[in-house]
Protein backbone atom coordinates (compact mmCIF):
# COMPACT_ATOMS: atom_id res chain seq x y z
CA UNK A 1 0.00 0.00 0.00
CA UNK A 2 1.38 3.34 -0.81
CA UNK A 3 1.86 5.67 2.09
CA UNK A 4 -0.35 8.44 3.12
CA UNK A 5 -0.12 11.80 4.74
CA UNK A 6 -2.49 11.85 6.97
CA UNK A 7 -4.64 15.61 6.96
CA UNK A 8 -6.85 16.17 9.86
CA UNK A 9 -9.77 19.19 8.56
CA UNK A 10 -9.24 21.94 11.22
CA UNK A 11 -12.77 23.14 13.17
CA UNK A 12 -13.07 25.98 15.06
CA UNK A 13 -13.46 24.16 19.15
CA UNK A 14 -16.26 27.29 19.82
CA UNK A 15 -17.95 26.93 16.81
CA UNK A 16 -18.21 22.98 17.75
CA UNK A 17 -19.49 23.30 21.13
CA UNK A 18 -22.26 25.80 19.70
CA UNK A 19 -23.49 23.37 17.23
CA UNK A 20 -23.05 20.24 19.63
CA UNK A 21 -24.65 22.28 22.33
CA UNK A 22 -27.86 23.77 20.31
CA UNK A 23 -28.36 20.60 18.21
CA UNK A 24 -28.04 18.12 20.88
CA UNK A 25 -25.18 15.74 18.87
CA UNK A 26 -21.88 15.12 19.36
CA UNK A 27 -18.68 16.86 19.07
CA UNK A 28 -17.49 14.14 16.15
CA UNK A 29 -21.00 14.71 14.43
CA UNK A 30 -20.72 18.62 15.01
CA UNK A 31 -17.15 18.73 13.29
CA UNK A 32 -18.56 16.51 10.22
CA UNK A 33 -20.89 19.75 9.53
CA UNK A 34 -18.36 22.44 10.10
CA UNK A 35 -15.62 20.25 7.74
CA UNK A 36 -18.24 20.38 5.00
CA UNK A 37 -19.22 24.04 5.16
CA UNK A 38 -21.73 24.07 8.08
CA UNK A 39 -21.29 27.07 9.67
CA UNK A 40 -24.56 28.11 11.95
CA UNK A 41 -27.39 26.31 13.52
CA UNK A 42 -29.59 27.22 10.29
CA UNK A 43 -27.23 25.42 8.28
CA UNK A 44 -26.94 22.56 10.21
CA UNK A 45 -30.49 21.86 10.40
CA UNK A 46 -31.29 22.10 6.84
CA UNK A 47 -27.99 19.49 5.90
CA UNK A 48 -29.77 17.24 9.24
CA UNK A 49 -33.30 17.72 7.88
CA UNK A 50 -35.61 17.25 4.54
CA UNK A 51 -34.33 19.01 1.85
CA UNK A 52 -35.59 21.10 -0.66
CA UNK A 53 -35.15 22.40 -4.40
CA UNK A 54 -34.56 25.05 -6.18
CA UNK A 55 -36.91 26.99 -8.16
CA UNK A 56 -36.31 25.65 -11.62
CA UNK A 57 -37.16 28.79 -13.82
CA UNK A 58 -33.76 30.23 -11.98
CA UNK A 59 -31.73 28.21 -14.54
CA UNK A 60 -31.33 30.19 -17.74
CA UNK A 61 -33.19 29.29 -20.75
CA UNK A 62 -35.43 27.05 -18.77
CA UNK A 63 -38.72 28.82 -19.38
CA UNK A 64 -38.42 29.43 -23.25
CA UNK A 65 -37.05 25.57 -23.35
CA UNK A 66 -40.52 24.13 -21.69
CA UNK A 67 -42.64 26.61 -23.57
CA UNK A 68 -40.92 25.40 -27.16
CA UNK A 69 -41.40 21.75 -25.89
CA UNK A 70 -44.63 22.43 -25.21
CA UNK A 71 -45.46 24.00 -28.45
CA UNK A 72 -43.87 20.89 -29.90
CA UNK A 73 -46.49 18.16 -27.80
CA UNK A 74 -49.23 21.22 -29.01
CA UNK A 75 -48.18 20.68 -32.54
CA UNK A 76 -47.20 16.38 -32.03
CA UNK A 77 -44.06 17.59 -33.87
CA UNK A 78 -41.46 14.92 -33.97
CA UNK A 79 -38.53 15.28 -30.77
CA UNK A 80 -35.40 13.51 -30.41
CA UNK A 81 -33.38 13.78 -27.20
CA UNK A 82 -30.23 12.91 -27.94
CA UNK A 83 -27.60 11.94 -25.05
CA UNK A 84 -24.30 11.03 -24.46
CA UNK A 85 -22.90 7.56 -24.21
CA UNK A 86 -22.27 7.84 -20.49
CA UNK A 87 -24.69 6.90 -17.23
CA UNK A 88 -25.24 10.94 -16.98
CA UNK A 89 -26.56 11.19 -20.58
CA UNK A 90 -28.53 7.94 -21.04
CA UNK A 91 -30.55 8.72 -17.61
CA UNK A 92 -30.98 12.27 -18.19
CA UNK A 93 -31.97 11.21 -21.96
CA UNK A 94 -34.92 8.65 -20.30
CA UNK A 95 -35.49 11.05 -17.91
CA UNK A 96 -37.02 13.12 -20.97
CA UNK A 97 -38.21 10.42 -22.56
CA UNK A 98 -40.37 8.92 -19.66
CA UNK A 99 -41.86 12.44 -19.29
CA UNK A 100 -42.96 13.37 -22.36
CA UNK A 101 -43.84 9.97 -23.67
CA UNK A 102 -45.96 10.31 -21.15
CA UNK A 103 -47.61 13.08 -22.24
CA UNK A 104 -48.52 11.32 -25.47
CA UNK A 105 -45.67 13.15 -27.36
CA UNK A 106 -43.91 11.74 -30.41
CA UNK A 107 -40.50 11.09 -28.93
CA UNK A 108 -37.43 9.06 -29.86
CA UNK A 109 -33.76 8.84 -28.16
CA UNK A 110 -30.44 8.91 -29.83
CA UNK A 111 -27.37 8.03 -28.67
CA UNK A 112 -24.25 7.90 -30.66
CA UNK A 113 -22.10 5.08 -30.99
CA UNK A 114 -18.63 5.96 -29.12
CA UNK A 115 -16.47 4.35 -32.09
CA UNK A 116 -18.06 4.99 -34.88
CA UNK A 117 -19.35 8.56 -34.12
CA UNK A 118 -17.79 9.90 -31.03
CA UNK A 119 -18.76 12.02 -28.52
CA UNK A 120 -21.46 14.72 -28.60
CA UNK A 121 -23.29 16.41 -31.73
CA UNK A 122 -22.11 14.84 -35.08
CA UNK A 123 -22.91 16.43 -38.08
CA UNK A 124 -24.09 13.01 -39.87
CA UNK A 125 -26.96 12.35 -37.10
CA UNK A 126 -28.72 15.98 -37.09
CA UNK A 127 -28.46 15.19 -41.14
CA UNK A 128 -30.34 11.73 -40.65
CA UNK A 129 -32.69 13.27 -38.04
CA UNK A 130 -33.72 16.22 -40.28
CA UNK A 131 -34.73 13.53 -42.92
CA UNK A 132 -36.47 11.75 -40.19
CA UNK A 133 -38.68 14.67 -39.82
CA UNK A 134 -37.19 15.52 -36.63
CA UNK A 135 -38.39 19.51 -35.66
CA UNK A 136 -37.04 19.80 -32.16
CA UNK A 137 -33.62 18.38 -30.74
CA UNK A 138 -32.55 18.18 -27.61
CA UNK A 139 -29.17 17.51 -25.63
CA UNK A 140 -28.32 15.86 -22.98
CA UNK A 141 -24.45 15.72 -21.44
CA UNK A 142 -23.38 17.51 -24.81
CA UNK A 143 -23.63 20.60 -27.15
CA UNK A 144 -21.51 23.31 -25.31
CA UNK A 145 -19.17 22.91 -28.04
CA UNK A 146 -21.08 22.11 -31.14
CA UNK A 147 -21.23 25.31 -32.71
CA UNK A 148 -21.04 23.89 -36.21
CA UNK A 149 -23.95 20.61 -35.79
CA UNK A 150 -26.02 23.36 -34.56
CA UNK A 151 -26.14 25.52 -36.83
CA UNK A 152 -26.20 23.14 -39.32
CA UNK A 153 -29.44 21.84 -37.44
CA UNK A 154 -30.67 25.15 -37.99
CA UNK A 155 -29.99 25.18 -41.21
CA UNK A 156 -31.99 22.14 -41.93
CA UNK A 157 -34.95 22.82 -39.83
CA UNK A 158 -34.65 21.69 -36.40
CA UNK A 159 -34.23 24.02 -33.30
CA UNK A 160 -32.53 22.90 -30.72
CA UNK A 161 -31.94 22.74 -26.88
CA UNK A 162 -28.96 22.04 -25.12
CA UNK A 163 -28.82 20.17 -21.72
CA UNK A 164 -25.44 20.23 -20.63
CA UNK A 165 -23.19 20.41 -17.69
CA UNK A 166 -19.47 20.89 -19.41
CA UNK A 167 -17.51 23.80 -19.29
CA UNK A 168 -16.10 26.06 -22.34
CA UNK A 169 -14.52 28.91 -22.70
CA UNK A 170 -15.97 29.83 -26.10
CA UNK A 171 -19.08 32.02 -26.91
CA UNK A 172 -22.36 30.00 -26.07
CA UNK A 173 -23.56 27.95 -29.13
CA UNK A 174 -26.67 29.57 -31.39
CA UNK A 175 -29.12 26.69 -29.88
CA UNK A 176 -32.61 28.10 -28.63
CA UNK A 177 -31.90 27.33 -25.25
CA UNK A 178 -28.74 26.64 -23.45
CA UNK A 179 -29.19 25.26 -19.83
CA UNK A 180 -25.96 24.48 -18.65
CA UNK A 181 -25.01 25.44 -14.58
CA UNK A 182 -21.83 26.72 -15.83
CA UNK A 183 -22.59 29.72 -17.82
CA UNK A 184 -21.59 33.15 -16.49
CA UNK A 185 -25.16 34.60 -16.40
CA UNK A 186 -26.52 31.70 -14.73
CA UNK A 187 -28.48 32.58 -11.22
CA UNK A 188 -29.41 29.16 -10.23
CA UNK A 189 -28.05 28.91 -6.75
CA UNK A 190 -26.65 25.49 -7.15
CA UNK A 191 -23.93 24.47 -10.06
CA UNK A 192 -23.29 21.43 -8.78
CA UNK A 193 -26.24 19.57 -11.36
CA UNK A 194 -25.29 16.78 -13.84
CA UNK A 195 -27.29 16.60 -16.50
CA UNK A 196 -29.41 13.85 -15.31
CA UNK A 197 -30.48 16.71 -12.74
CA UNK A 198 -30.58 19.56 -15.18
CA UNK A 199 -33.05 17.57 -17.49
CA UNK A 200 -34.81 17.23 -14.31
CA UNK A 201 -35.32 20.63 -13.32
CA UNK A 202 -36.78 20.87 -17.32
CA UNK A 203 -39.45 18.41 -16.89
CA UNK A 204 -40.07 19.87 -13.25
CA UNK A 205 -40.25 23.05 -14.84
CA UNK A 206 -42.16 22.38 -17.49
CA UNK A 207 -44.85 20.56 -14.79
CA UNK A 208 -45.50 23.68 -12.80
CA UNK A 209 -46.19 25.69 -16.13
CA UNK A 210 -48.03 22.88 -18.15
CA UNK A 211 -48.72 20.11 -16.00
CA UNK A 212 -48.00 16.40 -16.11
CA UNK A 213 -49.05 13.91 -17.89
CA UNK A 214 -48.80 9.91 -16.87
CA UNK A 215 -45.50 10.15 -15.27
CA UNK A 216 -44.82 11.86 -11.76
CA UNK A 217 -42.08 13.60 -11.93
CA UNK A 218 -41.10 12.20 -8.38
CA UNK A 219 -40.63 8.98 -9.96
CA UNK A 220 -37.73 9.83 -12.55
CA UNK A 221 -35.73 10.32 -9.33
CA UNK A 222 -34.38 7.17 -9.33
CA UNK A 223 -32.29 8.03 -12.90
CA UNK A 224 -31.61 11.50 -11.41
CA UNK A 225 -29.85 9.52 -8.55
CA UNK A 226 -27.50 6.96 -11.07
CA UNK A 227 -26.59 10.40 -13.12
CA UNK A 228 -25.51 12.06 -9.71
CA UNK A 229 -23.45 9.38 -8.53
CA UNK A 230 -21.53 7.95 -11.81
CA UNK A 231 -20.74 11.32 -13.16
CA UNK A 232 -19.56 12.10 -9.30
CA UNK A 233 -20.67 15.34 -9.36
CA UNK A 234 -20.77 16.82 -5.78
CA UNK A 235 -23.61 15.55 -3.11
CA UNK A 236 -24.43 18.96 -1.87
CA UNK A 237 -27.52 21.20 -1.81
CA UNK A 238 -30.41 19.56 -3.72
CA UNK A 239 -28.25 16.54 -5.08
CA UNK A 240 -28.37 15.33 -2.20
CA UNK A 241 -32.27 15.22 -2.03
CA UNK A 242 -32.22 13.73 -5.30
CA UNK A 243 -29.84 10.71 -4.43
CA UNK A 244 -31.37 10.24 -0.98
CA UNK A 245 -34.95 9.78 -2.58
CA UNK A 246 -33.33 8.52 -5.75
CA UNK A 247 -32.02 5.20 -3.91
CA UNK A 248 -34.80 4.49 -2.47
CA UNK A 249 -36.93 4.14 -5.50
CA UNK A 250 -34.00 2.35 -6.61
CA UNK A 251 -34.05 0.23 -3.33
CA UNK A 252 -37.90 -0.61 -3.62
CA UNK A 253 -37.44 -1.73 -7.42
CA UNK A 254 -39.88 0.39 -8.79
CA UNK A 255 -38.41 0.72 -12.43
CA UNK A 256 -38.61 -2.65 -14.05
CA UNK A 257 -34.93 -1.63 -16.25
CA UNK A 258 -33.16 -1.30 -12.67
CA UNK A 259 -34.70 -4.38 -10.89
CA UNK A 260 -33.26 -6.56 -14.10
CA UNK A 261 -30.18 -4.73 -13.67
CA UNK A 262 -29.96 -5.46 -9.59
CA UNK A 263 -30.59 -9.02 -10.33
CA UNK A 264 -27.64 -9.76 -13.37
CA UNK A 265 -25.75 -7.55 -10.66
CA UNK A 266 -26.24 -9.68 -7.62
CA UNK A 267 -28.03 -6.87 -5.44
CA UNK A 268 -30.40 -8.09 -2.77
CA UNK A 269 -29.90 -5.44 -0.07
CA UNK A 270 -30.85 -1.92 0.25
CA UNK A 271 -28.91 0.20 -2.64
CA UNK A 272 -26.27 2.68 -1.12
CA UNK A 273 -23.98 5.07 -3.10
CA UNK A 274 -21.64 2.53 -3.71
CA UNK A 275 -24.00 0.33 -4.92
CA UNK A 276 -24.69 2.30 -7.95
CA UNK A 277 -21.08 3.02 -8.28
CA UNK A 278 -19.79 -0.23 -8.31
CA UNK A 279 -22.48 -2.18 -9.83
CA UNK A 280 -24.97 -0.91 -11.66
CA UNK A 281 -23.39 1.92 -13.20
CA UNK A 282 -20.41 -0.20 -14.86
CA UNK A 283 -23.06 -2.08 -16.30
CA UNK A 284 -24.72 0.38 -17.82
CA UNK A 285 -21.29 2.32 -19.10
CA UNK A 286 -20.46 -1.22 -20.67
CA UNK A 287 -22.77 -0.69 -23.65
CA UNK A 288 -21.55 2.70 -24.13
CA UNK A 289 -18.25 1.27 -24.00
CA UNK A 290 -18.36 -1.90 -26.12
CA UNK A 291 -21.30 -1.68 -28.16
CA UNK A 292 -24.66 0.92 -28.15
CA UNK A 293 -25.69 3.10 -25.03
CA UNK A 294 -29.09 2.73 -26.62
CA UNK A 295 -29.22 -0.18 -24.96
CA UNK A 296 -28.55 1.68 -21.62
CA UNK A 297 -31.44 4.17 -22.09
CA UNK A 298 -34.05 1.33 -23.56
CA UNK A 299 -33.49 -0.66 -20.28
CA UNK A 300 -34.50 2.38 -18.43
CA UNK A 301 -37.33 3.19 -20.02
CA UNK A 302 -39.02 -0.15 -20.77
CA UNK A 303 -42.09 -1.50 -19.02
CA UNK A 304 -41.71 -4.81 -19.97
CA UNK A 305 -40.19 -7.02 -17.57
CA UNK A 306 -38.96 -9.28 -20.49
CA UNK A 307 -37.07 -6.79 -22.72
CA UNK A 308 -35.53 -5.08 -19.17
CA UNK A 309 -34.29 -9.12 -18.50
CA UNK A 310 -33.00 -9.55 -22.14
CA UNK A 311 -31.12 -5.97 -21.95
CA UNK A 312 -30.07 -6.40 -18.70
CA UNK A 313 -28.25 -9.77 -19.37
CA UNK A 314 -26.89 -8.03 -22.68
CA UNK A 315 -25.65 -5.12 -20.17
CA UNK A 316 -23.92 -7.79 -17.97
CA UNK A 317 -22.05 -9.50 -20.65
CA UNK A 318 -20.67 -6.35 -21.89
CA UNK A 319 -19.62 -5.87 -18.80
CA UNK A 320 -17.46 -9.01 -18.11
CA UNK A 321 -16.24 -8.45 -21.80
CA UNK A 322 -15.15 -5.03 -20.89
CA UNK A 323 -13.42 -6.21 -17.55
CA UNK A 324 -11.07 -8.42 -20.02
CA UNK A 325 -10.30 -5.55 -22.07
CA UNK A 326 -9.31 -3.52 -19.29
CA UNK A 327 -7.04 -5.66 -17.68
CA UNK A 328 -5.12 -6.11 -20.90
CA UNK A 329 -4.54 -2.87 -21.50
CA UNK A 330 -3.75 -1.96 -18.18
CA UNK A 331 -0.84 -4.34 -17.94
CA UNK A 332 0.41 -3.33 -21.62
CA UNK A 333 -0.01 0.37 -19.81
CA UNK A 334 1.66 -0.45 -16.46
CA UNK A 335 4.59 -1.80 -19.00
CA UNK A 336 5.02 1.51 -21.19
CA UNK A 337 4.85 3.27 -16.99
CA UNK A 338 7.57 1.15 -15.55
CA UNK A 339 9.69 1.38 -18.47
CA UNK A 340 10.60 4.88 -18.15
CA UNK A 341 11.30 7.39 -15.43
CA UNK A 342 7.92 8.35 -13.59
CA UNK A 343 6.87 11.95 -15.19
CA UNK A 344 4.49 14.86 -13.19
CA UNK A 345 1.83 13.92 -15.65
CA UNK A 346 1.46 10.22 -17.40
CA UNK A 347 0.48 10.19 -21.52
CA UNK A 348 0.47 6.53 -22.22
CA UNK A 349 -0.66 5.45 -25.97
CA UNK A 350 -1.12 2.57 -28.50
CA UNK A 351 -2.56 1.20 -31.52
CA UNK A 352 -5.26 -1.12 -30.95
CA UNK A 353 -6.48 0.03 -27.52
CA UNK A 354 -10.19 -0.05 -27.42
CA UNK A 355 -11.30 3.19 -26.90
CA UNK A 356 -13.80 2.10 -24.87
CA UNK A 357 -12.03 1.35 -21.35
CA UNK A 358 -9.28 4.04 -21.83
CA UNK A 359 -10.73 5.93 -19.56
CA UNK A 360 -11.12 3.16 -16.81
CA UNK A 361 -7.19 2.18 -17.81
CA UNK A 362 -6.61 6.29 -16.80
CA UNK A 363 -7.82 6.11 -13.47
CA UNK A 364 -6.68 2.78 -12.60
CA UNK A 365 -2.57 4.19 -13.59
CA UNK A 366 -3.59 7.47 -11.47
CA UNK A 367 -4.48 5.70 -8.49
CA UNK A 368 -1.38 3.73 -8.29
CA UNK A 369 0.69 6.18 -9.40
CA UNK A 370 -1.04 9.41 -7.98
CA UNK A 371 -0.40 11.46 -11.26
CA UNK A 372 -2.73 13.04 -13.87
CA UNK A 373 -3.16 10.55 -16.59
CA UNK A 374 -3.88 10.14 -19.84
CA UNK A 375 -4.73 7.04 -22.09
CA UNK A 376 -5.24 7.40 -25.60
CA UNK A 377 -6.22 4.72 -27.66
CA UNK A 378 -4.69 5.15 -31.72
CA UNK A 379 -7.41 4.37 -34.50
CA UNK A 380 -5.32 3.13 -38.22
CA UNK A 381 -5.86 6.57 -39.09
CA UNK A 382 -3.57 7.97 -37.04
CA UNK A 383 -5.90 9.61 -34.53
CA UNK A 384 -5.37 9.42 -30.79
CA UNK A 385 -8.64 9.84 -29.12
CA UNK A 386 -7.70 9.41 -24.99
CA UNK A 387 -9.23 10.18 -21.90
CA UNK A 388 -7.72 11.44 -18.34
CA UNK A 389 -8.48 11.23 -15.21
CA UNK A 390 -6.36 13.71 -12.37
CA UNK A 391 -5.40 13.92 -8.63
CA UNK A 392 -7.19 16.24 -6.45
CA UNK A 393 -6.20 19.79 -7.08
CA UNK A 394 -4.98 19.18 -10.58
CA UNK A 395 -7.44 21.07 -13.35
CA UNK A 396 -7.69 18.96 -15.42
CA UNK A 397 -9.29 21.36 -18.26
CA UNK A 398 -6.94 24.34 -17.93
CA UNK A 399 -4.16 22.12 -18.41
CA UNK A 400 -5.30 20.73 -21.48
CA UNK A 401 -6.40 24.38 -22.56
CA UNK A 402 -2.69 24.97 -22.50
CA UNK A 403 -1.86 22.46 -24.81
CA UNK A 404 -4.66 23.09 -27.28
CA UNK A 405 -2.46 24.19 -29.72
CA UNK A 406 -1.22 21.04 -30.47
CA UNK A 407 -4.68 19.25 -30.16
CA UNK A 408 -7.48 18.43 -32.41
CA UNK A 409 -9.97 18.72 -29.77
CA UNK A 410 -10.87 18.47 -26.04
CA UNK A 411 -13.45 19.01 -23.72
CA UNK A 412 -14.87 17.81 -20.10
CA UNK A 413 -14.04 18.97 -16.28
CA UNK A 414 -11.70 19.72 -13.76
CA UNK A 415 -11.24 16.15 -12.67
CA UNK A 416 -12.19 14.44 -15.99
CA UNK A 417 -11.75 15.00 -19.73
CA UNK A 418 -11.05 13.80 -23.14
CA UNK A 419 -8.71 14.85 -26.06
CA UNK A 420 -8.37 14.23 -29.88
CA UNK A 421 -5.22 14.71 -31.48
CA UNK A 422 -2.96 13.31 -34.72
CA UNK A 423 -0.72 10.20 -33.38
CA UNK A 424 2.39 12.57 -34.31
CA UNK A 425 1.86 15.34 -32.04
CA UNK A 426 1.15 12.68 -29.18
CA UNK A 427 5.11 12.97 -27.68
CA UNK A 428 4.91 16.86 -27.79
CA UNK A 429 1.48 16.58 -26.23
CA UNK A 430 2.72 14.14 -23.33
CA UNK A 431 5.89 16.26 -22.93
CA UNK A 432 3.83 19.70 -22.46
CA UNK A 433 1.46 18.03 -20.42
CA UNK A 434 4.32 16.00 -18.00
CA UNK A 435 5.56 19.81 -17.70
CA UNK A 436 2.38 21.47 -16.58
CA UNK A 437 1.71 18.85 -14.24
CA UNK A 438 5.29 18.84 -12.81
CA UNK A 439 5.18 22.19 -12.22
CA UNK A 440 2.00 21.66 -9.86
CA UNK A 441 3.56 19.32 -8.14
CA UNK A 442 6.73 21.31 -7.41
CA UNK A 443 4.20 24.34 -6.13
CA UNK A 444 2.00 21.99 -4.19
CA UNK A 445 4.40 18.99 -2.85
CA UNK A 446 1.12 16.41 -3.68
CA UNK A 447 1.49 13.46 -2.15
CA UNK A 448 -1.42 10.78 -1.65
CA UNK A 449 -3.05 12.50 1.12
CA UNK A 450 -6.19 10.75 3.15
CA UNK A 451 -8.32 13.77 4.69
CA UNK A 452 -9.70 12.92 8.02
CA UNK A 453 -12.55 14.77 9.92
CA UNK A 454 -11.48 14.60 13.71
CA UNK A 455 -9.74 12.32 16.24
CA UNK A 456 -11.81 9.89 18.71
CA UNK A 457 -11.22 8.13 21.53
CA UNK A 458 -12.83 4.30 20.80
CA UNK A 459 -15.34 5.20 23.42
CA UNK A 460 -17.03 7.64 21.51
CA UNK A 461 -17.33 5.42 18.93
CA UNK A 462 -21.19 4.51 19.72
CA UNK A 463 -24.71 3.73 17.95
CA UNK A 464 -25.49 7.25 18.72
CA UNK A 465 -22.79 8.67 16.29
CA UNK A 466 -23.53 6.12 13.63
CA UNK A 467 -26.86 7.29 14.02
CA UNK A 468 -26.29 10.47 13.58
CA UNK A 469 -23.94 10.26 10.81
CA UNK A 470 -26.54 8.67 9.20
CA UNK A 471 -28.65 11.59 9.19
CA UNK A 472 -25.70 13.50 6.77
CA UNK A 473 -26.20 10.32 3.91
CA UNK A 474 -25.92 9.97 1.21
CA UNK A 475 -22.03 10.27 0.61
CA UNK A 476 -20.03 10.99 -2.25
CA UNK A 477 -18.40 13.69 -4.18
CA UNK A 478 -18.82 16.76 -2.03
CA UNK A 479 -19.95 14.86 1.04
CA UNK A 480 -17.13 12.44 1.46
CA UNK A 481 -17.66 9.53 4.18
CA UNK A 482 -16.54 10.24 7.66
CA UNK A 483 -13.19 9.98 8.42
CA UNK A 484 -12.21 9.79 11.97
CA UNK A 485 -9.09 8.51 13.69
CA UNK A 486 -7.86 6.77 16.59
CA UNK A 487 -4.41 6.49 18.12
CA UNK A 488 -2.52 3.88 20.06
CA UNK A 489 -4.70 0.73 19.39
CA UNK A 490 -3.55 -2.32 20.80
CA UNK A 491 -3.94 -5.46 18.53
CA UNK A 492 -5.85 -8.50 20.21
CA UNK A 493 -6.26 -10.61 16.60
CA UNK A 494 -5.02 -9.99 13.62
CA UNK A 495 -5.74 -12.05 10.28
CA UNK A 496 -6.23 -12.04 6.17
CA UNK A 497 -10.06 -13.26 5.54
CA UNK A 498 -11.48 -14.05 1.94
CA UNK A 499 -9.80 -12.18 -0.85
CA UNK A 500 -7.40 -10.36 0.85
CA UNK A 501 -9.42 -8.48 3.48
CA UNK A 502 -7.62 -7.62 7.04
CA UNK A 503 -10.08 -8.35 9.95
CA UNK A 504 -8.75 -7.43 13.35
CA UNK A 505 -9.92 -7.26 16.93
CA UNK A 506 -8.32 -3.97 18.86
CA UNK A 507 -8.79 -2.00 21.83
CA UNK A 508 -7.73 1.59 23.38
CA UNK A 509 -6.82 1.32 26.48
CA UNK A 510 -9.18 -0.54 28.99
CA UNK A 511 -11.98 -0.27 26.30
CA UNK A 512 -14.34 -3.22 25.05
CA UNK A 513 -13.00 -4.70 21.96
CA UNK A 514 -14.32 -3.80 18.85
CA UNK A 515 -14.02 -5.41 15.16
CA UNK A 516 -12.67 -3.77 12.47
CA UNK A 517 -12.33 -4.82 8.93
CA UNK A 518 -9.94 -3.41 5.88
CA UNK A 519 -10.81 -4.38 2.15
CA UNK A 520 -8.35 -5.23 0.19
CA UNK A 521 -6.05 -4.65 2.59
CA UNK A 522 -2.94 -7.26 3.01
CA UNK A 523 -1.72 -8.65 6.43
CA UNK A 524 0.03 -6.35 9.09
CA UNK A 525 3.26 -7.96 7.99
CA UNK A 526 2.98 -6.96 4.38
CA UNK A 527 2.60 -3.22 5.96
CA UNK A 528 5.53 -3.45 7.93
CA UNK A 529 3.55 -3.40 11.31
CA UNK A 530 3.63 -6.12 13.83
CA UNK A 531 0.84 -7.40 16.26
CA UNK A 532 2.85 -6.59 19.29
CA UNK A 533 3.12 -2.77 18.11
CA UNK A 534 0.33 -0.07 18.87
CA UNK A 535 -0.89 1.08 15.55
CA UNK A 536 -3.23 4.37 14.69
CA UNK A 537 -6.55 3.84 12.42
CA UNK A 538 -8.01 5.52 10.14
CA UNK A 539 -11.87 4.45 9.55
CA UNK A 540 -15.76 4.76 8.97
CA UNK A 541 -18.04 3.38 11.86
CA UNK A 542 -20.64 1.40 10.66
CA UNK A 543 -23.14 -1.12 11.83
CA UNK A 544 -22.07 -4.96 10.50
CA UNK A 545 -25.56 -6.62 10.90
CA UNK A 546 -24.73 -10.41 11.38
CA UNK A 547 -26.67 -13.49 12.47
CA UNK A 548 -29.38 -11.08 13.00
CA UNK A 549 -27.64 -8.82 15.25
CA UNK A 550 -25.92 -5.23 14.50
CA UNK A 551 -22.53 -4.66 15.66
CA UNK A 552 -20.57 -1.29 15.33
CA UNK A 553 -17.42 -2.15 13.35
CA UNK A 554 -14.64 0.14 12.31
CA UNK A 555 -14.17 0.14 8.48
CA UNK A 556 -10.66 0.84 8.20
CA UNK A 557 -9.34 3.01 5.62
CA UNK A 558 -5.66 3.06 6.40
CA UNK A 559 -2.95 2.02 9.25
CA UNK A 560 0.37 3.66 10.88
CA UNK A 561 2.78 2.93 13.36
CA UNK A 562 1.52 4.51 16.40
CA UNK A 563 3.30 8.14 17.14
CA UNK A 564 3.63 9.29 13.48
CA UNK A 565 2.89 12.82 13.59
Same mark, same amino acid.
Given at each position: ?? =????????????? $??????????? =?????????????????? *?????????????????????????????????????? !??????????????? =??????????????????????????? &??????????????????????? $??????????????????????? &????????? +??????? @?????????????????????????? #????????????????? %???????????????? !????????????????????????????????????????? %? #? @??????? !????????????????????????? $?????????????? /????????????????? !????????? *?????????????????? +???????????????????????????????????? =? &? /? #??????? @????????????????????????????????????????????????????????????????? +????????????????????????????????????????????????????????? +???????????????????
Amino acid at each position: MK =SKLWVFRQVDPIQ $RGRLSQALSIS =SATASLLLNRGVMNVDQA *VAWMSPLRTHDPFLIPDIERAVDRLHQAMQRQERVCFY !GDYDVDGMSATSVYV =SFFRGLGAQVRAYVPHRLREGYGLNEQ &AVRTLAQDGITLLVTSDCGTTSH $REIALASQLGMDVIVTDHHQSDM &ALVPALAVM +NPHRQDA @RYPFHGLCSGGLAYKVVQAYETKYGS #GTVCVESLLDLVALATI %ADVVPLQDENRLFVRE !GLAQISRGARCGLRALKQVAGVTRDCAADTIAFKLAPRLNA %A #G @RLDGAIK !GVRLLTTDSEQEAQRLAEELDQLNH $RRRDLEATILDEAL /AQVESRELPGGIVLYAR !GWHLGVVGI *VAARIMERFHRPTIVIAV +NEDGIGKGSARTVPGFDLYQALAGCRDVLIAFGGHP =S &A /A #GVTLKEE @RVPEFAERFAATAEAWMRSTHSVPMLHLDSELRLDEVTLKLIREIGTLHPFGAGNPEPTFAVRGL +NVLQARVVGDKHLKMTVRQGGSVPFDSIGFGMPSLEEQGLSINTPIDVAFTPELNHW +NGYDRIQLRIRDIRAAGIE
